[in-house]
């Protein structure tokens, strides 16, 4: 019963902060609300039993990736957004299509033939057991992910240096 | 609008984790009935906080006096004998200051900023063990508010939020200052807590567990007859604990790294537009944090509650608890010495510092601790 | 689990991969220690190299079929075909792009490095068998393509390519890997083979045809295949010629290859309609929208929206005849468009100045040899027998009709026949137009006139000889179904 209801209440709050962050005009505060929503899918977590993948998602998200995003922004000084109409093809078939997919998200739940159900800390989320996983079943994705960062970093540094001086080397 | 900003971020974060894991370890256990459970827990809260809260004047009341004779000071004096009562009467002060708002600001994040700061600074202690456990009639309590197998995890977690509150600070008060200040803040922050999570992890290896509990447990003993089994001689962790040492450092924006409020360029950095209590806030979680960073460091490297335990069962369970906070004691007095003695680095200094002579020691101190956990296995 | 290191053998059966990132490593150390003018040859040289060596790395690797890495990756004849083709791409592009970098004076040490890379995640894309792999595998040969298209960093217009490109393709690959999360819930399992026997029990959950949607969704962005290529001109006009014509067919090679895995070994439901759409749209929308281009650039961009319909034609079909039909047609698609951007990027000059269709007019009398290799490919991009082309589409259409989807085939040859007209215009334009202004005729170097060699070479091999390929890929097909 208590479980429930903190669910509910982050599930809630976790929406809450995604509507937030779509409406609010100022991206500051579209970013804090993108913490809120992470720190709440944090405790959806910890209810599921995966204690690690919770604070993993904690230290990850909402620690260093959505503080590098208030860190650019604030770095940026962007100011608030103008708005806009809205481009009238997002209308034509965003909000169709959006009607739709909530129909359809819905539908699968009301159904729920075939789909399985799992009892909360059934599926691995112990450190150890996650620990395993990625250093023996799924070794291969982990290390093809070290040449995804690479990659992410060398296009960085491709980028961010000025076309028509030496990016390599310092002159001095 | 204003009030909902608010409450989402205020909201977010460690006590709830702590309380819904420590119910779950409770039901586990099924050791206590919930009532009691409950009792006991607020108890335990009410106690933690207030004994920090106090460890935190305390600890500005130290750092003053040591400073002051350092620099062949006095320190203050004049508030009850050798000053004692100085806290007390900063503590009124601040609460009868006048609470100013500057008009330019940012209101909500401007007011939500030290309540961030404070809120996450305080949030650590409850995962925090600081002794083994007492018994009272059929009562078995172990000495920390949350026993969690992941402790160790949600204190990096808990920490690396503090951040919002200066960076918030810095941006909310609409001031070039203050935005430096906040900007330096969370890039320092962010650069030196990856050496300070990796300087960790060679601890975890050796231990196999994100609990502090046992952290500590595995450092009882001693070897070679007479040395501490602390993972800071037995472990060889000796180098992670200095990259861990610098590294909080810079985590709490101290002196070396103390360039967030560098007061030479940026009057007082991110809490330069803030006065009275919203200041005091911010005051606050600094030491807190200070002294958080004090007791992980006690707990992963310097064997927790460990040392010689005699007398009366009371005592024996009380000892521990005394060796514990004389370690935190030590830590903070290192805090406050190196205060005393170093200049300020240059900001490119301290990144330079940070990620290309810290990172890279800690990864190869992970190295070395990875083979030898791997060749003793 | 009784094993707990991966096996010599396993290490063999990502053995391409392995080469193209310790050449791609070693061009990325070495690129800040050579000399700045020595630079772009030594590094292009080695990127060749290991491209080369991991066309040999692939054929050695084909004797040791079989799952490695804890069923992570498989090595089959269809994983072969598609790394052949994907290395075979890169070294020709990085033939090609030689004398592009020199001219468009751009620092190539990372450019080199990059193409390497992302050869490695498009290798692994075909030979994944596990949808999380699949995932960063995407990522990564999606990355390195966003990067590689703003490498023209003076020209604002790549810049706005690759953050166009960047913006959706991430949208896009949120979308897939919802797909391979919602996948995860109604299966249980992200392995293909698992999924594929959890899908023929009946029902097929609701959550099924969800996740198969969302993950075409996300592949559908990568191949460009409409209603999901609005990205595809903006994007390929800005883009550095050579760069286009990497991304425009080894990447989508990678994407169908994983399509193919996708919909057909795990039995996908829905699949039918979904492509049929798809492919429908594609086509027309693709073909009417290259008729009004001016740029050639963009045309070809049109045209390859074009092509990713009909190869999804293929993917309508029957199962047997059409995968080996789309395996044909992924690589004469290859051959004939790499080709085409080399000489694209040839005429380009510096600062990609010249690549409108009066900038060709002329370019019979100029060039006459330039001017009959573009011919041959845009020959083949329109389907003219004696060319990969004809082949491709043939085998396209016919393994439709088997399957008995007439409609679609009609729209398909329909499409042809508007898609002749403007590749004639260009070769109209070549031939019979006299060129208004003097536009400067560089010679062609000896790297890009054996990347228009190998390209020409493989068109028409193609065309002329299909039997060996179109044998080869039935049978690796066949492997596939079991």
Redesign the interface.
């Known amino acids: 019963m208590t479980h429930l209801i903190i669910f509910l209440f982050f599930g809630a709050l976790c929406l809450a902060g995604a509507v937030n962050l779509l409406v609010q005009r100022h991206p500051i505060n579209s970013a804090l609300s993108l913490v809120v929503v992470m720190g709440s899918l944090a405790v959806e977590y910890l209810l599921l039993g995966a204690e690690f993948v919770a604070a993993v998602q904690v230290i990850v998200y909402a620690g260093a990736v959505m503080v590098l995003f208030v860190f650019v922004i604030m770095l940026l000084n962007a100011g608030e957004e103008v708005r806009t109409k809205g481009s009238r093809v997002a209308m034509l078939f965003g909000i169709p299509g959006m009607l739709v997919g909530s129909a359809l998200v819905g539908w699968v739940l009301i159904e729920r033939t075939g789909s399985q159900t799992v009892a909360a800390g059934a599926l691995p989320g112990a450190p150890r057991t996650i620990g395993w996983l990625l250093f023996h079943n799924f070794l291969l994705p982990f290390e093809v992910t070290s040449i995804l960062v690479l990659i992410a970093i060398m296009g960085a540094v491709v980028l961010a240096s000025h076309p028509d001086t030496d990016s390599g080397k310092k002159k001095s | 609008m204003q009030e909902?900003?608010r409450d989402?971020?205020t909201?977010?974060?460690g006590p709830?984790?702590s309380a819904?894991?420590g119910?779950r370890a409770l039901l586990r256990n099924n050791a206590l009935n919930i009532t009691t459970f409950i009792i006991v827990s607020l108890i335990k809260t009410v106690l933690a906080l207030f004994v920090l809260l106090t460890a935190v004047a305390y600890t500005v009341w130290l750092e003053r006096k040591v400073v002051g004779h350092m620099q062949n000071r006095w320190g203050p004096t004049r508030v009850g004998p050798f000053g004692l009562l100085q806290p007390l009467a900063d503590g009124v002060k601040f609460l009868f200051k006048e609470d100013l708002t500057p008009p330019h600001v940012y209101k909500p994040?401007y007011i939500a900023a030290p309540m961030i700061a404070v809120i996450f600074a305080l949030t650590s202690i409850a995962v925090i063990p600081v002794g083994n456990s007492i018994t009272l009639g059929s009562l078995h309590i172990p000495l920390q508010i949350t026993d969690?197998?992941?402790g160790l995890?949600?204190i990096?977690?808990?920490t690396?939020?503090g951040?919002?509150g200066v960076?918030?600070a810095?941006?909310s008060s609409n001031s070039k200052y203050s935005?430096l200040g906040?900007?330096r803040a969370?890039?320092q922050?962010?650069s030196y807590?990856i050496s300070l999570?990796l300087s960790l992890v060679g601890v975890l290896m050796l231990t196999g567990s994100?609990s502090l509990r046992d952290i500590v447990d595995t450092q009882g003993g001693t070897f070679w007859g007479f040395i501490p089994r602390w993972n800071i001689f037995y472990g060889g962790q000796f180098i992670a604990f200095f990259i861990y040492l610098i590294s909080a450092y810079a985590e709490t924006n101290r002196i070396p790294f103390d360039l967030p409020e560098a007061e030479t360029e940026l009057v007082a950095g991110y809490h330069t537009e803030y006065s009275a209590m919203k200041f005091a806030m911010f005051f606050m979680a600094e030491y807190a944090n200070m002294i958080t960073v004090a007791a992980v460091a006690s707990l992963l490297f310097l064997g927790g509650w460990h040392g010689p335990v005699v007398g009366p069962p009371i005592l024996r369970a009380l000892l521990p608890v005394f060796w514990f906070v004389l370690r935190i004691f030590g830590f903070l007095f290192v805090y406050i010495w190196v205060r005393g003695t170093l200049p300020r680095f240059r900001y490119d200094q301290l990144m330079a510092f940070g990620w290309k002579f810290l990172l890279p020691l800690a990864i190869a101190n992970l190295l070395v601790t990875a083979l030898v956990v791997a060749l003793r296995a | 689990m009784a094993q707990t290191i991966p096996q010599g053998v396993e290490y063999v059966r990502i053995l391409p991969e392995i080469v193209l990132s310790l050449f791609g490593m070693v061009i990325m150390v070495l690129d800040p220690l050579v000399d700045e003018r020595s630079t772009q040859k030594l590094l292009g040289l080695i990127a060749l190299i290991g491209s080369v060596a991991a066309i040999a790395a692939t054929l050695y690797q084909s004797q040791f079929p079989g799952l490695g890495f804890w069923g992570m990756v498989k090595v089959d004849g269809f994983s072969t075909f598609f790394h052949i083709l994907v290395t075979a791409i890169a070294a020709v592009v990085i033939l090609s792009s030689f004398e592009y970098m020199q001219v468009q004076q751009i620092r190539a040490g990372e450019y080199y490095g990059l193409i390497l890379f992302g050869a490695v995640g498009m290798c692994l894309m075909s030979s994944a068998v596990e949808l999380v792999l699949i995932f960063i595998a995407l990522e990564t040969s999606s990355i390195s393509t966003y990067v590689l298209a703003g490498f023209r960093r003076r020209a604002a217009i790549s810049s706005e390519a690759s953050l166009k490109y960047f913006l959706l393709g991430s949208f896009a690959t949120a979308f897939f890997l919802y797909g391979v999360a919602l996948m995860f819930g109604a299966t249980g399992s992200t392995s293909i083979s698992v999924i594929a026997q959890a899908l023929r029990l009946s029902p097929v959950p609701v959550l099924a045809y969800a996740g198969i949607a969302f993950m075409f969704v996300g592949l559908g962005f990568k191949v460009a295949a409409a209603p999901f290529h609005v990205w595809t001109p903006d994007v390929y006009e800005g883009a550095p010629a050579p760069v286009v014509g990497f991304m425009s067919t080894a990447p989508k090679a990678a994407a169908f290859a994983v399509l193919l895995r996708v919909m057909f070994e795990s039995n996908a439901p829905g699949r039918l309609w979904l492509i049929w759409v798809a492919a429908a749209l594609s086509m027309t929308l693709g073909n009417v929208g290259a008729l009004v281009q001016q740029n050639v650039k963009r045309l070809l961009a049109y045209s390859s929206i074009a092509h990713a319909g009909y190869l999804l034609v293929a993917f309508a079909a029957l199962a047997n005849n059409g995968i080996p039909a789309a395996m044909f047609y992924t690589a004469s698609y290859a051959a004939m468009n790499v080709g085409a951007f080399a000489v694209v990027s040839h005429l380009a000059g510096a600062g990609e100045r010249y690549v409108t269709l009066d900038d060709y007019a002329g370019l019979g009398r100029r060039s006459p040899l330039l001017a009959a290799t573009l011919t041959i490919f845009l020959l083949s991009l329109i389907g003219i027998p004696m060319t990969g082309g004809f082949f491709a589409k043939f085998y396209v259409f016919s393994a439709a009709l088997q399957a008995n989807l007439v409609g679609l085939t009609i729209i398909g040859v329909l499409n042809s026949a508007v898609g002749a007209y403007y590749y004639l215009r260009i070769i109209v334009v070549m031939y019979m137009r006299e060129a208004r202004e003097e536009v400067p005729a560089i010679p062609v170097s000896p790297a890009l006139g054996a990347a228009l060699g190998i390209s020409v070479a493989a068109t028409l091999y193609l065309g002329l000889l299909p039997g060996r390929v179109l044998e080869y890929a039935s049978r690796s097909a066949a492997e596939l179904l079991h």
């Open positions: 909902r900003g989402d971020l909201s977010v974060g709830v984790l819904v894991e119910t994040l969690v197998n992941i995890l949600i990096l977690g808990v690396s939020l951040v919002y960076a918030l810095g941006w935005l906040g900007l969370s890039a922050m962010i807590e999570g994100f």
